[in-house]
């Protein structure tokens, strides 16, 4: 089983679309063997207070930890992110993880060129793999349109992009 080291922000993007038939959620943490840092664990919390989508989708996967292994990871005082990200840079990394989920659209150059041997995925590639791997079917990669919505991407070109095969099929 591949090791995904998750980032809060890609967790939330899943934890939009938990409880659906299939959930994108559980789907993942069957499939890979999970791992965040303490601090992704400390932001999910902070996140699940508010009531608004965000919240919800936090404590979504804050419901889910079980299935998740939580870790300390050390933080890189010259990293230009914040301690989550951070963290979970630094896992992936001391992990030899296969893969890295980060939502952070706007920062992923500094991320992936933070990553040793780790793969960087978001939110709309890794539905497409589970797609692509028959875990999802294209109807339930739908929830990508969920996740946009909840989290204001509908007009983010990298998502309108990962999107297209799904309207395609």
Do not use: K
């Not at 993007?13 to 965040?36: F, K, T």
Request: glycine share 6%; charged share 25%; aromatic share 4%.
């Amino acid at each position: 089983m591949s090791r995904l080291v998750a980032d809060t922000s890609g967790l939330v993007s899943l934890g939009v679309a938990a409880g659906g038939d299939p959930d994108p959620l559980s789907v993942c943490v069957d499939r890979y063997e999970v791992a965040v840092p303490a601090r992704v664990v400390e932001e999910l919390r902070d996140t699940a207070s508010y009531d608004d989508a965000h919240g919800r989708a936090a404590a979504a996967v804050i419901d889910r930890t079980d299935a998740i292994s939580t870790r300390s990871a050390a933080l890189d005082a010259d990293f230009p992110l914040d301690d989550g990200e951070n963290a979970a840079v630094t896992l992936a990394n001391d992990l030899d993880a296969a893969l890295l989920l980060c939502d952070e659209f706007n920062r992923l150059g500094p991320i992936h060129a933070s990553l040793a041997d780790t793969r960087l995925v978001t939110t709309p590639t890794l539905l497409s793999a589970l797609v692509r791997a028959g875990a999802l079917s294209v109807d339930d990669a739908t929830a990508l349109d969920d996740v946009a919505d909840a989290r204001s991407r509908d007009a983010n070109a990298y998502v309108q992009r990962a999107r297209s095969p799904f309207e395609q099929g």
